[in-house]
């Protein structure tokens, strides 16, 4: 107990730290990349989407929200680019490895957000 009242305290990151820490600007930076790709594509289909079109809107609409809103919920995202998901399907093997590269980062950051809400 008198550890906890009085024992040294971990620095809390600043929100520019933490967001570093977890490569989230690389992680934008990616996501308007997989924009620009997805402008040059037309049609297709994936689960949820009826074509390229539909899918770039949404992925436009979430990248806004985490950019403008300050939302960092990736859940959506991070569905979207796992291998299988609605990019793999319209981007095809030219976007595989943005895809992987995008997959990996939400994956670290949603992990990574959780580990640090058990710890508070």
Same mark, same amino acid.
């Given at each position: ?15 520019? *730290? ?11 930076? %990616?996501? @308007? /990349?997989?924009?620009? !790709?997805?402008?040059?594509?037309? =049609?297709?289909? $994936? ?5 390229? &079109? ?7 609409? *979430?990248?806004?929200? /985490? ?9 959506? !995202? @991070? ?8 990019? %793999? ?9 943005? =895809?992987?590269? /995008? $997959?990996?980062?939400? $994956?670290?950051? /949603?992990?990574?957000?959780? &580990? &640090?809400?058990?710890?508070?």
């Amino acid at each position: 107990m008198f550890n906890w009242l009085f024992g040294k305290k971990q620095k809390q990151l600043t929100k520019f *730290e933490y967001y570093e820490k977890w490569d989230f600007y690389g992680l934008l930076d %990616d996501l @308007h /990349i997989a924009e620009r !790709i997805l402008k040059n594509k037309t =049609g297709g289909y $994936s689960g949820d989407f009826d074509s390229v &079109e539909q899918f770039r809107e949404a992925l436009e609409d *979430e990248i806004d929200w /985490i950019e403008y809103n300050n939302k960092t919920d990736l859940t959506q !995202i @991070h569905k979207w680019f796992l291998p299988t998901g609605a990019w %793999d399907d319209f981007a095809g093997q030219e976007g595989l490895e943005l =895809g992987n590269r /995008i $997959s990996e980062r939400t $994956s670290k950051w /949603i992990k990574g957000t959780a &580990e &640090e809400r058990k710890r508070q």
